[in-house]
């Protein structure tokens, strides 16, 4: 276990345009100084899996084990789950009628690898790095090429009128 390691501070925003629609995710990792900045893109999707696609692909960015995350973030629905233990009770009842099941558990396999805070904080109120994400989410998607399938959120709703 690496105790030396410096925090990282993880910054997340998804967006969508539409809900469902074309939506992206925005993220910036800054460590010691240094600095990196993920985004993607998909046609069809939600703001809810965009800001919880966020927080997993940081997290899966994190190249040790056991690191110290401070994640920020202006989603209620994350944050809550983590912090008021929704993602626990969720797991217990087998996720019964819940969405987003298949990033909920992507989730909770690279979140139990580090030791990980939920901060909230508002968003679009000017805070530097939440901006930076939400830029980053919304350029995504609003370049139409290269957009990828939530394949999680088309099984999920098959069947029905989207």
Not at 65 to 94: C, F, M, P, Q
Request: aromatic share 10%.
């Amino acid at each position: 276990m690496e105790q030396n390691r410096p925090p990282i501070f993880l910054y997340t925003d998804g967006a969508a345009s539409g809900n469902p629609g074309p939506g992206g995710y925005g993220v910036v990792l800054v460590c010691a100084g240094r600095r990196k900045e993920m985004s993607g893109g998909y046609r069809l999707t939600t703001n809810n899996r965009m800001e919880l696609l966020a927080v997993i692909k940081g997290l899966e960015a994190i190249k040790w084990e056991n690191a110290e995350v401070h994640v920020w973030s202006d989603s209620s629905y994350v944050v809550k789950a983590i912090n008021e233990g929704w993602l626990d009770t969720w797991k217990r009842a087998g996720f019964a009628k819940k969405k987003n099941v298949d990033l909920w558990l992507r989730f909770d396999a690279v979140y139990r690898r580090h030791r990980v805070s939920f901060n909230w904080l508002k968003g679009h109120a000017g805070h530097p790095e939440n901006e930076r994400c939400d830029a980053l989410a919304v350029a995504a998607y609003q370049s139409a090429e290269n957009l990828l399938e939530d394949t999680g959120y088309i099984t999920e709703n098959q069947g029905l009128n989207i």
